[in-house]
């Protein structure tokens, strides 16, 4: 059974940096193929693809968020982390962490965390 | 990169038959065929309907199908039930990840 689980602050103030991790089970992100994504949602807005890590550690980026996102991946501790640097009162959202499979889409979904941006 | 366009809402009765759009471009939708619907209730995360244009993952019910033609991607459901009420969003997997702006389905 694959879960994922996000965990960090619920709250940054603007120019701070937001790190956030996903803790999985039920997946290696060893295995070819597997992928962990960042979706994030503003409230009462659409999803927002922001970043994929891979089992070979290549990683893609959002164009848009590129200069501020880091991703990284624990293997031994089944963690992904994201980092969103710079943070703005409109990068409030839920940031969702997401498996993907061989199959180029998203099955497995976090159940979410809500960040919010406020001095 | 633009967001995929969608209707920001379709609305039908219960038994009929609704089909949302989803249109991007020949470097996204049109490129090829990684193309996946998500349903999402309210305070709720998205759930994985259609992926590959038209396959369903297991426990999806065969009242959810997928077409594609050209750019435009199209989530249809029929036999519309209370339930699927809900928003839909189609997601491109490309050279990048685009989702669509979200469409609202009604059920009357």
């Known amino acids: 059974q694959i879960t994922l689980k996000e965990s960090g602050p619920t709250l940054v103030k603007p120019t701070q940096t937001l790190t956030l991790t996903c803790t999985f089970s039920?997946?290696?992100?060893?295995?070819?193929?597997?992928?962990v994504a960042w979706i994030r949602q503003p409230p009462g807005k659409a999803l927002e693809w922001l970043a994929l890590?891979?089992?070979?550690?290549?990683?893609r980026y959002s164009p848009s968020l590129e200069s501020r996102l880091t991703l990284t991946k624990d293997t031994s501790k089944n963690q992904v982390v994201l980092t969103l640097a710079n943070m703005d009162p409109m990068d409030t959202a839920t940031y969702y962490c997401?498996?993907?499979?061989?199959?180029?889409?998203?099955?497995?979904w976090g159940q979410g965390a809500l960040v919010t941006v406020s001095s | 990169q633009s967001a995929l366009t969608q209707p920001r809402s379709v609305s039908g009765s219960p038994g009929q038959s609704v089909t949302i759009s989803c249109t991007g471009t020949?470097?996204?939708?049109?490129?090829?065929?990684?193309v996946s619907w998500y349903q999402q209730h309210p305070g709720k995360a998205p759930k994985l309907m259609i992926y590959?244009?038209?396959k369903r993952p297991s426990g999806v019910p065969g009242r959810f199908s997928g077409s594609k033609s050209g750019n435009t991607a199209s989530l249809t459901i029929s036999g519309l039930q209370a339930e699927d009420e809900a928003d839909y969003y189609c997601?491109?997997?490309?050279?990048?990840?685009?989702f669509g702006g979200g469409t609202k389905l009604t059920v009357l």
């Open positions: 997401v498996h993907r499979g061989d199959e180029l889409c998203f099955e497995y």
């Open positions: 039920g997946f290696s992100l060893t295995t070819r193929g597997v992928a």
């Open positions: 890590i891979y089992w070979d550690d290549d990683k």
């Open positions: 020949s470097s996204d939708v049109g490129r090829n065929d990684f």
């Open positions: 590959d244009v038209s």
């Open positions: 997601c491109s997997y490309a050279a990048s990840v685009v």
